[in-house]
């Protein structure tokens, strides 16, 4: 028997013996039959030595009868109890807390000092690109995006449909939030987001090149903000600080990752992003449920169907034989 067989309702194996304890237990059917009495009937009786008996006969036992009705039960049975296959046990994926990417798109993401497949090309279209393969694998997570530059605001709310965050990505471009940068605005945009979601575990991934502008609250505020909501912030800082094309705050991305429980990296062209990338799937794991069964494959209409076939033929033969047996009668 295959190891993925399985039988849903094993008790109805109490029913196989039913018709043996009906056929031993219930009286025989008594068949009447007419009966010719005509004058001398005793006397013919007592020369025949044959003795009268009343106006009834047993049918004999026809074990082969019994035996195709039996299996016709046993068919019925079968199919009664719902064989299956049961497919492979496979964990399915949890959706456990809320990751929110925060990306900065002020014009400073425009410098074309990033080089992909031997091409020169700007820091935001790198990062968007490498950013494909983060986004697809984080299918635990209601992941949310969020672009901030002089302002701040929602791209994609919370949600599990990773293919529409991917495409809001790649139709971003440089500027659309404003040419300087505010990190601190960015943060406090993102807690709004996680008090409207009800998932306790909220993650915050912040991508920046810059330094922030000292408009409104500052980055650290917002970080100690984002402690007391119980909110980690992994920061991503671009570019290289020791180039004069780079004006990176790493001081101020290292606090906000410390108060946090976070992390900071540095990714100063795409093969380091990429490891960063790799070290925040070791930091955030997808989450997995126990393992269950997804897929079961329904066999009741095999025996249902031998059962209906065996069922028709001993139907036809008996009807066959009857026919014959009254011919040879008129014969």
């Known amino acids: 028997m295959p190891e993925n067989f399985h039988i849903a309702y094993v008790y109805v194996a109490l029913l196989v013996p039913l018709p043996i304890f ?3 237990l219930l ?7 007419s009966a010719l ?4 009937f005793q006397r013919t009786a007592e020369v025949s030595k044959n003795k009268p008996q009343k106006a009834a006969y047993v049918k ?46 002020s014009f400073s ?10 091409k020169r090309t700007t820091r935001w279209n790198a990062v968007k690109g490498i950013m494909k393969d983060f986004i697809t694998e984080r299918k635990s997570d209601k992941m949310g995006l969020l672009f901030f530059a ?40 993102g807690m709004d987001m996680f008090e409207r979601d009800t998932i306790p575990t909220k993650v915050m991934l912040l991508l920046t090149d810059g330094v922030d502008a000292g408009i409104s609250i500052s980055p650290l505020d917002a970080a100690a903000i984002a402690k007391e909501n119980d909110v980690i912030i992994y920061t991503i800082g671009i570019g290289n600080p020791g180039s004069n094309s780079s004006d990176l705050d790493e001081r101020t991305l290292i606090e906000i990752a410390k108060r946090t429980n976070g ?9 380091a992003l990429e490891n960063i990338y790799k070290a925040l799937e070791l930091l955030q794991p997808v989450e997995y449920e126990e393992e269950r069964y997804v897929s079961k494959t329904l066999l009741y209409y095999y025996p249902l169907g031998l059962a209906l076939i ?18 040879r009668n008129r014969q």
């Open 150 to 189: 002089s302002s701040a605001y929602i791209q994609v709310p919370f949600t599990t449909d990773l293919e529409v965050v991917q495409t809001m990505m790649d139709e971003a471009d440089v500027g659309m939030a404003g040419q300087s940068t505010n990190m601190g605005k960015a943060i406090i945009k």
């Open 310 to 327: 065996l069922s028709f033929i001993a139907v036809t033969v008996n009807t066959i034989l009857q026919i014959i047996k009254r011919i």
């Open 109 to 118: 993401m425009a410098n074309k000092d990033w080089i992909v497949d031997r």
């Open 22 to 24: 009906i056929y031993w």
């Open 37 to 40: 009495v005509y004058p001398y």
């Open 263 to 271: 992390k900071y990296f540095r990714a100063k062209d795409s093969e």
């Open 60 to 105: 004999k036992k026809s074990w082969f009868s019994f035996l195709i009705l039996y299996t016709i039960w046993l068919l019925l049975l079968t199919a009664l109890s719902s064989p299956e296959l049961v497919g492979k046990p496979e964990k399915t994926i949890k959706t456990s807390r809320n990751f929110l990417i925060l990306a900065d798109l």
């Open 27 to 33: 009286p025989a059917i008594k068949n009447r039959t």
